[in-house]
């Protein structure tokens, strides 16, 4: 079985700051594959990064990059130059050999002008 | 660029009634999962598809629902005789290749209502 634990509900971060969103997770797979999701009010799932946990080096995406401690089962997605349209919902995911997400609860990031 | 495809945005229903929610995966892609949302909760699994059989369900998959690929492009979740709790968001995903390395591309959701 898999568990994300996400556990801080909220955020706010500046326009134009850094935000680190935390997430920590639990497999007993050797193999598997990390995720952000981020969900706007619209609804709409959008990936925003990914992980292959076999690789040491983290993953970035534009201003979106990620910090993986495999040891200690550590994934946290840090925002660079936060802008308004970041706002949103962020899932961490976590998934293993039988490919079904397992979906952390989610953080709701907000982002003040 | 390709999305996935979800139909009705929103439908509302009463207690007992049957729905089918409707997807056109990417169409290319060969594996199809739905997912759900209750609202303020996490996002959970409910069935994978492969090769037009299921490769997994969850505990919540129950005799209930149904999944179909009917014409090779449409896949449904049909809920036999819904209940309140049933009132949810549900995502139909797919993706290309190997089911588990490759990325999930989510529809933007239905939501369900039931009265």
């Known amino acids: 079985a898999q568990t994300v634990t996400q556990s801080q509900p909220e955020m706010s971060v500046q326009e134009a700051e850094t935000v680190t969103l935390s997430c920590t997770y639990d497999?007993?797979?050797?193999?598997?594959?990390l995720f952000w999701y981020k969900q706007p009010p619209s609804r709409q799932m959008i990936l925003v990064i990914r992980?292959?946990?076999?690789?040491?080096q983290n993953a970035t995406e534009n201003r979106f990059s990620v910090n993986f401690q495999k040891a200690a089962k550590s994934f946290s997605l840090k925002i660079s130059d936060s802008q308004l349209g970041d706002a949103a919902m962020y899932f961490c995911?976590?998934?293993?050999?039988?490919?079904?997400?397992?979906f952390g609860k989610g953080i709701t990031l907000s982002v003040r002008p | 660029e390709p999305e996935v495809t979800q139909t009705p945005s929103h439908q509302v229903t009463q207690m007992g009634q049957e729905v089918i929610l409707r997807c056109v995966p990417i169409?290319?892609?060969?594996?199809f999962y739905w997912y759900r949302q209750i609202l303020g909760q996490k996002v959970e699994f409910l069935v994978s598809?492969?090769?037009?059989?299921?490769?997994?369900k969850s505990e919540i998959f129950d005799d209930q629902f149904s999944v179909e690929r009917p014409d090779g492009s449409n896949f449904t979740l049909k809920i036999r005789s819904t209940k309140l709790e049933d009132s949810a968001m549900y995502f139909c995903?797919?993706?290309?290749?190997?089911?588990?390395?490759?990325?999930?591309?989510f529809g933007p959701g239905t939501r369900l209502t039931v009265l």
């Open positions: 995911v976590v998934t293993g050999a039988n490919s079904k997400l397992t």
């Open positions: 497999t007993s797979e050797s193999d598997y594959y």
């Open positions: 992980q292959e946990a076999y690789k040491q």
């Open positions: 169409s290319n892609h060969l594996y």
């Open positions: 598809f492969y090769n037009n059989e299921i490769s997994e």
């Open positions: 995903a797919s993706n290309p290749r190997d089911r588990r390395t490759d990325t999930q591309y």
